[in-house]
């Protein structure tokens, strides 16, 4: 599921973004979600892809799903949250002295210049639900912070509407790039770019 996400959004995701395939995040521990986009106006996006059949769900709260086998696992909105705290932090770490990245004096000293937000691409196999009912049986608030596979070709108009806490600054191509080596440290080990992306497939940026 997760190569066929990386193509479709290859092809719907215009030239003002960058996206990483299974990037590692955090400080205290390696975490790994699926992709991290970096949108030039809308700031980086940790996503990850989840598939749940929902006959299968016996119950949903913000924190956790049990499964009907008995199995509980971490409501998938606060798995991807957990991705971006530890995002949040390890840039504001690693570039802590980059004026492109941080904010080195005033009341947002030692915060990051733009947002990072979080979401969720979710494959629903079963026919006849509609999104507010998924939303329900997973316990999956607001709305707008999940998509569906279905609905992908949209992606970058889901991107552009996930609720953000302020208006970040523009991050430009070389700040990108400099986000990228941290996140994904292979890129830097190689000087064809295009060799790269062919041979790993796992950034692309569309410019």
């Known amino acids: 599921m997760k190569e066929k996400v990386f193509y479709k959004l290859k092809e719907n995701l215009s030239n003002d973004y960058t996206v990483i395939y299974e990037p590692s995040v955090g400080i205290d521990r390696e975490r ?39 199995e509980v696992i971490k409501n998938f909105l606060k798995t ?6 530890a995002l949040i932090n390890q840039l504001k770490r690693d570039f802590k002295h980059n004026p492109h990245i941080v904010h080195q004096e005033g009341n947002h000293k030692g915060k990051l210049k733009f947002p990072v937000l979080s979401g969720i691409i979710l494959d629903v196999p079963n026919k006849g639900y509609t999104k507010e009912e998924i939303a329900q049986r997973l316990a999956l608030s607001p709305l707008n912070r999940f998509i569906l596979f279905s609905e992908i070709d949209t992606i970058e108009s889901f991107l552009k509407n996930i609720p953000k806490p302020f208006l970040g ?12 080596t941290v996140l994904f440290p292979m890129y830097s ?9 062919r041979k790993y497939r796992k950034i692309f940026e569309k410019n």
Do not use: C, W
């Not at 699926?34 to 913000?62: C, H, M, T, W």
């Not at 600054?169 to 990228?180: C, R």
């Open 189 to 197: 080990k190689t000087t064809n770019y295009q060799e790269k992306i």
């Open 80 to 85: 991807v949250d957990d991705y971006q705290y």
């Open 169 to 180: 600054e523009e991050i430009m191509q070389d700040t990108a790039k400099e986000i990228v």
């Open 32 to 70: 790994k979600p699926d992709f991290i986009i970096i949108s030039r106006y809308d700031g980086i996006l940790v996503l990850d892809v989840k598939s749940q059949d929902l006959e299968k769900i016996k119950s949903a709260n913000p924190h956790q799903i049990e499964l009907e086998n008995g």
